[in-house]
């Protein structure tokens, strides 16, 4: 196989792991050789070559807990001609069989942080790699000769080799890290390069053709032309991009010229310039949060240096681990300390006594109930006392139980102690939660309920709450239960510091069961809660845009959006520190506040930070939540049912600024930010407001925008701290008439039913003689876009089921349901036969054999359900098709018709109906709108018993009362308005009077992101 430039790849290197080694060193090493154009053998293939098969010229060996025989295998790919490279420490029979042996490192030398090659040893390496391993072990060798030495931070060399060359390989005894990994990858490959020269020539080639391959571009191409745009915006671009595409230019040279060494270092500086050149074309913002989660306190010598790269990189918080019910970071009189923390030392009086030379505010990170480090003695003592939270099956898990007092004024004291002793300017209350869905069912969550509910309707805990009846209201239990300790420890933080900055990590949903379905919205009622940091790790820079604007969208203004956010390089990718910046600037686009950064580590302070500070945080910012707590009603809002705070472009908006008594006007600035962008547009002075507060007014143009109250002057506040509104759009006047027309038909149920399909315009008939109650529209496709029209989408006997439902056409059904909030009704074989997948199989699906029952009756079940509201019970009645589809519930299913003898077989049944996240699902087994047999089958109106069921399953899935006149169902993606179009070019224009212009909205030229 040859590379572009027609240069031979190196013959493929193969890599043999122990038992017991760093899994993400592992992944990291096997990306950054693979980015580099190396064909890897990994198990299970032999990477030491069998008979067989040749041998690798290269093995990379690392970690320990080997097979018994590798010696023995060693030693023949050996005898063969084959080369190591030892990465880290290797069992003591195999290191002995390479002829390496330990020495132990002096201890008197400072802990190393740069790997420095021997010029002239290693063609193509670094001068300096930045690498921190946690073990360290260093290897002699008869005749061997160190290729790299450790330094300490400050370039002083320790006198011990990090890289020798002896007879059979090359050792490092440390796993490469995934820190500094562009020159690491270099080094590594120029390492591999000595073993075998070949290896340079397609290094070379790769690492060339991976320049400019920055963020969400794929080609140096489309990375140059966004650069040399954003220049005139952002100058501080032109000097890393000029010298991007000099280094870039002698790469491609030097692979010409075959100089592979000079190429892949060329290579690799063009790439770091373009990484500079990327990060310099973000803008930074004057306000917003800026944190960096620090998971252990640091200690009194390594304050300086955090705070310090953290002020570089314009980072104004902090949010520092200092407890949990176990355990305390710092000397507390309310839990144990530490063993990490020294007697008579005070790690975060040190750290707040240095935090205001750097202007990062820091902040109490506590966990709430999550126990962290603890001792099974001290699970034990907690058990005990019913005051740790338990699986059905009892087992144990290292949380508190939400349910029992004491586990609160445990976290009362230590809240009270942390505000109260210390100058924090906030806590953040982290894990308030349950461990997961599977807690809890302790002694004391039982005791709770059953005061909440009555004693008497427990009879078979926790069977009754995990899988009958009582499962629904035990779920709005344990949300109560959560909501009500954020309440408590919010008003505990305010009466220990009044002016203490209040945050809660919240599940990305308010329906994430993970998470114990938190429904966060409500907590920020009370006005105790100034910071919500919506916990949206893993997710990549769409998902995490679309997932903040729902969450802004739920704050409402009521608390700051703060997302957190988790560089990590995911499985399997190459190491890609720019990462950061782009979830960094999704955040924004979703309309947060602040981000905040996990966590504290070499891969952030000497990397992503440095990216971070070229221009997000080259400005430094005043966090949001320095100014007093403002309330922001907007008036006249033209759609105030379907699109709450949306106007039309040109629309007159007034608005009121309420920022509490003994705020007078003068030291009000309001403005107007653009969401996405962060620009800020002043407007005139306020007035008056007819009902307290000031008044503002100004015109709409289109965008995504919030109003902010600025303060100067202000006592005790800093000059310049802002607090923001709730997001509103600006639309087109055309879309204002789409919504008005949306509201004219809110009184009815609209029904999308599936054309192809047998009896679907029986059924389509019958709907809309329902006195205009209901109307009903065959649709051709199920396309999301279509499905968006509707409140219930309807799916009997399709035809060709396989060509219909498509994988896409099946998560657009789903994602109707559970993301939309409709309806979903699929009747006889769209249950999941005759090819129809099962779509939602939590309600149910289709008994296995003889799922199809010619019973002759079927009865409604004498259960309490609303779908069967006003229908006579317990009396069968014939189905007009032959048969009728038999299910078998699934764990959020209830069977509500099935065969007369139903009472023996409670799983079973011929409807089955469930509620999955914001939607409902019924299955219906019966073929309403046929009759016959499925050889003379025909089009049919459905029976009166039929038509009845009919009716209660659409009312029921549109949230309408049986028998009754349906209400307005919620509209696809809630009450919510879909993000304004582009807006025209120009600029605000003030007329002098109290009327202004909203600024439009920019595009993506010029680095506004």
């Not at 315009?761 to 809309?768: H, T």
């Not at 997948?837 to 309490?864: M, N």
């Not at 299955?923 to 016959?932: K, P, T």
């Not at 659409?954 to 919620?970: D, H, I, Y």
Request: charged residues 20%; proline residues 10%.
């Amino acid at each position: 196989m040859a590379s572009s430039l027609g240069v031979a790849w190196c013959a493929p290197i193969g890599v043999l792991s122990g038992a017991s080694h760093d899994m993400g060193s592992a992944a990291f090493v096997e990306a950054a050789l693979t980015a580099l154009g190396q064909t890897l053998v990994l198990p299970p293939a032999d990477p030491l070559g069998g008979k067989e098969t040749p041998a690798p010229a290269v093995v990379v060996l690392r970690g320990y807990d080997f097979p018994k025989d590798t010696p023995g295998r060693l030693a023949e790919y050996l005898r063969r001609g084959g080369k190591v490279l030892v990465l880290g420490p290797l069992d003591e029979t195999v290191a002995a069989s390479l002829g390496l042996k330990p020495v132990p490192p002096n201890s008197a030398a400072a802990r190393p942080s740069l790997v420095a090659p021997v010029a002239g040893l290693t063609p193509g390496a670094p001068n300096r790699v930045r690498q921190n391993p946690s073990v360290v072990t260093l290897y002699e060798a008869d005749g061997a000769e160190r290729l790299a030495s450790w330094l300490v931070e400050d370039g002083t060399d320790t006198g011990q080799p990090a890289a020798i060359a002896f007879a059979n390989g090359i050792a490092l005894g440390w796993e490469p890290q995934p820190l500094d990994g562009v020159r690491m990858g270099q080094f590594l490959i120029s390492l591999i390069g000595r073993i075998d020269p070949d290896a340079l020539k397609a290094a070379a080639d790769a690492a060339s053709a991976s320049v400019g391959k920055v963020g969400r571009f794929a080609s140096m191409a489309d990375s140059f032309a966004f650069l040399q745009n954003a220049c005139g915006e952002h100058p501080g671009i032109r000097g890393p991009l000029d010298e991007a595409v000099a280094r870039n230019g002698d790469a491609l040279r030097a692979i010409q010229q075959q100089s592979w060494a000079e190429g892949l270092a060329a290579a690799a500086d063009a790439a770091l310039a373009f990484q500079t050149a990327y990060a310099t074309s973000f803008s930074s913002r004057s306000c917003e949060v800026r944190a960096v989660w620090c998971q252990t306190l640091p200690s009194a010598g390594q304050w300086g240096p955090l705070l310090q790269a953290l002020a570089n990189a314009g980072v104004n918080a902090l949010f520092l681990g200092t407890s949990t019910p176990a355990m305390a970071a710092y000397p507390s009189q309310v839990v144990p300390a530490s063993p990490r923390v020294t007697p008579g030392d005070d790690p975060l009086q040190a750290g707040l006594d240095l935090a205001p030379r750097f202007d990062v505010d820091l902040h109490a990170w506590h966990s709430v109930m999550a126990l962290g480090d603890i001792t099974p003695e001290q699970v034990e003592e907690l058990a005990k006392a019913h005051r740790i939270q338990t699986d059905p099956s009892g087992k144990r898990q290292p949380w508190l139980c939400p349910s029992h007092g004491e586990n609160l004024e445990l976290n009362k004291r230590i809240i009270a102690e942390l505000l109260g002793r210390y100058p924090l300017r906030g806590i953040v209350l982290d894990y308030v939660r349950y461990g997961g869905a599977g807690a809890c069912y302790c002694p004391s969550c039982r005791e709770s309920f059953a005061r909440e509910i009555g004693a008497e309707q427990i009879t078979d805990w926790p069977r009754c709450v995990t899988q009958g009846p009582l499962r629904q209201r035990y779920a709005e239990f344990r949300n109560a239960q959560i909501g009500r300790i954020v309440a408590a420890l919010a008003r505990a933080a305010k009466e220990a510091r009044p002016t203490a900055v209040v945050s809660v990590t919240i599940a990305p949903s308010p329906l994430d069961s993970a998470f114990g379905q938190s429904d966060w919205p409500s907590w920020l009622q009370s006005g105790d809660i100034d910071v919500i940091i919506p916990m949206n790790y893993d997710a990549d820079a769409q998902a995490l845009r679309t997932l903040v604007e729902g969450q802004v969208r739920s704050a409402d203004g009521r608390a700051e959006v703060c997302a957190s956010i988790w560089a990590r390089t995911p499985p399997g990718a190459s190491p890609d520190p720019t990462r950061i910046l782009d979830l960094a600037a999704a955040a924004r686009l979703g309309g947060a506040t602040g981000f905040a950064v996990r966590q504290v580590g070499p891969e952030l302070l000497h990397e992503q930070l440095q990216l971070l500070g070229c221009g997000i945080g080259q400005l430094a910012a005043v966090p949001p939540y320095d100014g007093p707590r403002t309330r922001f009603v907007l008036l006249d809002e033209p759609v105030p049912r379907t699109h709450p705070k949306t106007y039309g472009e040109g629309d007159v908006i007034r608005a009121t600024i309420d920022a509490g008594p003994g705020v007078p006007f003068e030291t009000l600035r309001p403005g107007i930010e653009n969401a996405e962008t962060g620009e800020v547009h002043s407007l005139r002075a306020p007035e008056a407001g007819p009902e307290g507060g000031a008044q503002v007014t100004f015109r709409g143009v289109q965008g995504t925008y919030r109003i902010v109250a600025r303060f100067v002057g202000l006592p005790g506040v800093p000059d310049g701290a802002v607090r923001h509104s709730s997001l509103f759009s600006v639309v087109p006047p055309a879309q204002i008439a789409e919504f008005r027309q949306a509201e004219e038909r809110a009184g009815r149920i609209d029904v999308a039913i599936f054309e192809k399909g047998a009896g679907a315009r029986s059924i389509a008939g019958f709907l809309n003689g329902q006195s205009g109650a209901m109307a009903a529209e065959l649709v051709a496709d199920l396309k999301p876009e279509t499905l968006s029209r509707f409140d219930i989408l309807i799916i009997t006997d399709p035809e060709e089921p396989q060509a219909v439902f498509t994988p896409d056409i099946a998560e657009a059904i789903q994602s109707f349901m559970g993301q939309m909030g409709g309806g979903v009704l699929l009747l006889h074989d769209a249950c999941g036969l005759g090819g129809t997948p099962v779509l939602f199989a939590p309600v149910g699906s289709p008994l296995k054999g003889g799922a199809r029952s010619t019973a002759r009756q079927v009865v409604t079940l004498e259960t309490e359900h609303p779908a069967l509201e006003g229908l006579p019970r317990t009396q069968p009645f014939k189905p007009a098709f032959e048969n009728h589809v038999m299910l078998l519930r699934g764990v959020e299913g209830v069977p509500i018709i099935g065969h007369p003898d139903a009472g023996t077989k409670p799983d079973q049944g011929t409807v089955v109906v469930g509620e999955l996240d914001r939607g409902r699902v019924a299955l219906c087994g019966l073929a309403i709108g046929q009759a016959g047999t499925p050889d003379q089958r025909r089009e049919a109106p459905p029976s009166h018993q039929e038509a009845a069921i009919l009716l209660n399953l659409v009312r029921w899935l549109a949230g309408a009362p049986a028998g009754s006149t349906p209400s307005p169902a919620p509209q696809p993606g809630g009450a919510l308005p879909q993000p304004a179009p582009e807006g025209p070019p120009g600029m605000p224009q003030n007329s002098g009077g109290a009327v202004g212009n909203l600024p439009p909205r920019p595009g993506e030229a010029g680095g506004n992101r």
